[in-house]
């Protein structure tokens, strides 16, 4: 929400998985080394869950996080939201 | 604009109603972006819609709303948890929800405890999203210390059976969720959350300040919270189910119902419940006794205590009354419930077209995985009704009966038996056949044909009339023998005492003899092993006592009038022919007792061995004579 890195599309046809880990690796990359350090593990959970797709029931999301995170970086998650239609084909 | 604005309420109300999914979407979104907390002001006011999608929306808008400071947001995360939503994505969603909810863990354990296994198990069965969504959640959960608070010992066994499949499908944090269930320890009983919810009552004052109807909302989700628990407990105690009628629309939306409406109510589902489960397995009806539980304080919620032996017994029962309530149009096809149970159902049914009422139906089982919940709307039943008023059907079921003339009228053409197998029959002749009572004897024994007309409606009791077809003296010698011995019996052999305990099973025999099948183990619905060819052994022969099959297992007269009953009536046409039975009459004669109501089911066993049946057949023969006898006698009740 607000002003969190994210990656989203909107069009036709449903967003095919590559492109979808393409623009999650995106957000991976544009994250510094404190940030990553606090998502590696919900990364690659979100990137499990998307290679797994297709999901076709929408809206529906999805929050992954690291295990363990300090009570100070709670907050630190991946989310994967699907508004519409279907994704990840 | 403010969160509770007319106008999103609007546009939401308009998109239900005109069932369009973009539009109810962008209204929830925008709704969102204007104040997240607005979920509640959306879940509070339409409480009541159970539209999937919708659904699914506002489980999509309340994960979302987790990231702000969402203390009162507890109240919707239960009443999804607790709900019985099995959309993957809604629930998916839910989880989502919970996961990202970080306040007030002690309160959210305490009121999610009830539900949380249901739920679980829910997401575990609804596919991949779910199963996934789950396993983070319990991870998450253990990290934070809450999960041991919300499953007991009893109920991780079964979820990890369940989770087997995460792990085989690779899902992440599948193998992290298997450890936690292994190694963390779970308590046997959850606690009881009342002095967190006591302590939570603050909430709801602020609750209020935000929007009265979330207050409201919210203070009766604690009183739900606390009332599930008390009644887990009450049935677990009594080991028995709770069905759940709550009552909405017509004057029950005003706080006001008329006495006579509820008492009808409670009258017609008890009587739904008992000829459902008599159609299922009669031995349970016999056994069952029902409870009104207190109305919960403030609403109009009718709850019936179930003890039985057969928790699964009444749990079928209450799917299939359940099932077809809230899909009227199926009364007439459904053949899972009886005749009885139907027409009790329809009266129920009727009652509450004529009050305008709507009742959700809900089941508490603490074995059972789900928390069924069925929504009855009086708007759909009133036009099934009157359609099936309309619609009246006659049956017509042939009797061949031994018995005795009591009284008869040739000018008026009416008759009045008694006979050995369907109790007492009073009926018409018809003109034509008036001469068949000529030069017959009051008092003497003959075999009588008779019709039986059953004229049903759904909306009302089975009407009967009796038609005499034909009288026949000559055709008694051979009936009487197989149907009642003329001479008082002095031996018991083995042959005569029956060791089947169940009577639905010889039923099930009768009435496949009835329809020319074979005694199959698989048309018992059992394995086709040589135990199941034993058992079927078993059941013939204790049809054999009750005179219902020959030797050679064809049907006797008793054995064909008994396939034709209704099944409100077999249990009484069984204890007649269990009481003039060779061992039903030398019971009553040992116990000195006119009949066999004033038996005492204890005494079997001694009866059997002073008749000297070896230890152990008069142990195990002596179990089904009690069984029967008690099933027999609940008649009485």
Known sequence: MGGDPSFSWSRPAPLPRTEAIGGLHELRDACTPTQLKLRNEAFDKAEQFINAGPVDAAPMVRSFRNRNLPRAHKDARVDVEVWQGTAFV | MTPDSAEYQQRIADALAAADEEALLSAVSDLLEVEPLAVLVVWSRFPSVEDTFFRRVLAFALAKSTHSPSRYLWGPLVDFVSASDTDEATLTNTLSALQLYDEHDDILAAVLGPYFW???????????????????????????????????????????????????????????????????????????????????????????????????????????????????????????VIEVVSLDGGDATQGRLVVETLERLVQHWNSTIRESIAALAPNAAHGMTTYVLAPAAGSFILRFLVQTSQRDVVSQSFDEIARVASNPEQLSSTTLLSAGARSELVQFLDVLAQKNLNATLGLIDPNLFERPRRRVLHERIAPVL?????????????????????????????????????????????????????????????????????????????????????????????????????????????????????????????????????????????????????????????????????????????????????ESRVLDFLSVRFEVSVVGRLWRRWARVRDLYHLDPETAEDFLLDRGLSESMAERRGRTLRKWLLAFKSLQK
């Not at chain 2, 998450?140 to 608070?149: G, K, M, Q």
């Not at chain 2, 292994?182 to 939570?200: C, I, M, N, V, Y």
């Not at chain 2, 029959?425 to 018809?430: F, L, T």
């Open chain 2, 118 to 240: 249901a739920f679980a198990v829910r997401c575990a069965k609804a596919g991949r999203l779910a199963l996934g969504g789950l396993c983070e959640l319990m991870v998450y959960l253990a990290e934070r210390d809450v999960l041991t608070r919300l499953l007991t010992r009893a109920q991780v066994e079964s979820l990890r059976e369940l989770l087997t499949v995460a792990v085989d499908q690779k899902l992440a944090e599948a193998d992290a969720t298997m450890a936690v269930l292994q190694s963390a320890d779970f308590p046997a009983a959850l606690t009881d959350g009342t002095e967190r919810l006591d302590a939570e009552k603050a909430t709801i004052v602020g609750a209020r300040a935000i929007d009265e109807t979330v207050g409201e909302m919210l203070r009766a989700v604690l009183e739900n919270a606390r009332s599930q628990y008390a009644l887990r407990v009450q049935a677990e105690e009594v080991g028995g």
């Open chain 2, 386 to 566: 009157k359609r099936l008023r309309e619609s009246r059907e006659k049956d017509r079921i042939r009797h061949e009966v031994a018995g005795t003339l009591e009284g008869a009228n040739h000018r008026q053409g009416t008759f009045e038996i008694q006979t050995d197998t369907i109790g007492s029959v009073k009926g018409d002749v018809p003109t034509a056949r008036r001469a068949l009572l000529l030069r017959k004897v009051i008092g003497e024994r003959y075999q009588f044909v008779l019709d039986e007309t059953v004229t049903t409606s759904p909306s009302a009791e089975d009407k009967r009339q009796w038609i005499l077809v034909s009288i026949n003296g000559a055709a008694m010698e051979d009936v009487a023998e197989v149907e009642a011995p003329k001479s008082e019996p002095n031996e018991l052999t083995t042959d005569d005492v029956p060791q089947q305990d169940r009577l639905d099973r010889i039923i099930a025999v009768v009435r496949l003899v009835a329809q020319g099948e074979e005694l199959h183990p698989k048309h018992l619905g059992m394995p086709n092993t040589s135990s199941s060819r034993r058992h079927i052994l078993y059941m013939r022969q204790a049809a054999k006592v009750l005179g219902l099959l020959t030797d050679d297992a064809s049907l006797t007269p008793a054995g064909r009038t008994l396939a034709q009953l209704p």
